[in-house]
């Protein structure tokens, strides 16, 4: 993967898109955007293969895009990273396949309450190795919040119209992941803090 984010980010500046001092920042989040592309993708195939693709689609269409504004914690390594996310997914489907669907809805809306509170109260949690101005903080908290909210409107509408839908509580665990996240990554800091 190195390699490959290296040729491109060299791609990059020699046709000008980059400046060279860009190189070495390009190259890292190419290289993080392809892992976490290769993460997303054998989870989808493990999924497809599982059966339940969809419910694994709408987990991570609720997930990332909050999990990026609204921050929360960093694995050490990309492989822990990836082993969180698959225990992320295999909680989603253990969960859809033991649990009864008639308490979907009492999870649905208790899952994306928690979120909205949580993502109220403390984002943006951002990691400690990334540097960020109290513009950009206030800009990821805005963002985090407004995602937050559209999806919990639209959980919480299709969790009345559909309350016993393995689909709409895979967006509510979309989203409380990241909750998890937040909290994780939080405690982690004031246990560092303490250090």
């Known amino acids: 993967m190195k390699s490959i984010s290296g040729t491109i980010a060299n791609t990059l500046w020699t046709q000008g898109i980059i400046q060279e001092e860009d190189i070495d920042t390009c190259r890292y989040g190419l290289d993080i955007f392809i892992s976490s592309a290769l ?47 698959v225990g992320v997914y295999a909680f989603l489907t253990l969960f859809t396949s033991v649990i009864s669907p008639k308490v979907y809805a009492t999870v649905s809306i208790i899952l994306t309450l928690t979120a909205l509170v949580t993502v109220l109260t403390s984002s943006p949690v951002i990691h400690k190795n990334k540097s960020v101005c109290e513009i950009e903080r206030k800009y990821y908290r805005k963002l985090s919040i407004s995602i937050c909210l559209i999806e919990s409107i639209i959980i919480l509408i299709l969790t009345v119209v559909l309350p016993q839908s393995p689909y709409i509580v895979s967006l509510a665990i979309g989203q409380a992941a990241v909750t998890v996240s937040m909290i994780a990554a939080i405690i982690k800091g004031k246990i560092a803090d303490n250090k």
Do not use: M, W
Not at 54 to 74: C, D, E, N, W
């Open 39 to 85: 993460e997303i993708a054998s989870i989808l195939i493990i999924a497809a293969f599982v059966g339940n693709f969809f419910q694994a689609v709408l987990l991570f269409t609720a997930f990332i895009p909050l999990r990026i504004y609204a921050g929360g914690y960093h694995a050490d390594t990309r492989v822990k990273c990836y082993l969180i996310s």
